[in-house]
């Protein structure tokens, strides 16, 4: 199993992006696919993007589509968010996730019964306006 490690978050402006990175330990991460997750002081943990083991292929929430890109580089074990056009709606901590499986990322905000393998410690993205 990995260890996932965010960093990057911090105060930033609106209109303004961020680039993400989750670091992950162990000789598996090409074995996991990997998703971003962010929640918002009083709201559930929702679901953003992810992207396979080979990182072939990404998949987006429709909220953010457009503004997100996910990428990963698995000679680094390391996954990357990067987000433009912040408003202060984008305030929240921010997550990784790895699952053997896509699927469990990306249907995890609506099927409560689903279980992320490995949790990051989130990183503080705080928007201004």
């Known amino acids: 199993q990995v260890q996932l490690v965010e960093s990057g978050g911090g105060l930033v402006q609106a209109g303004g992006s961020l680039r993400l990175s989750c670091a992950a330990s162990?000789?598996?991460?090409?074995?996991?696919?990997m998703g971003w997750f962010r929640q918002a002081p009083g709201k559930e943990r929702e679901f953003i993007g992810a992207i396979t083991r080979s990182g072939g292929s990404t998949y987006y929430a429709y909220s953010v589509k457009g503004r997100i890109t996910i990428s990963r580089d698995n000679a680094k074990n390391t996954v990357y968010l990067k987000m433009n056009s912040l408003t202060p709606e984008d305030t929240a901590v921010y997550y990784c996730a790895a699952d053997p499986t896509l699927h469990t990322l990306v249907i995890f905000t609506t099927n409560k019964d689903t279980t992320v393998e490995v949790w990051g410690q989130g990183t503080l993205v705080t928007v201004s306006s």
């Open positions: 162990g000789r598996t991460f090409s074995s996991y696919a």
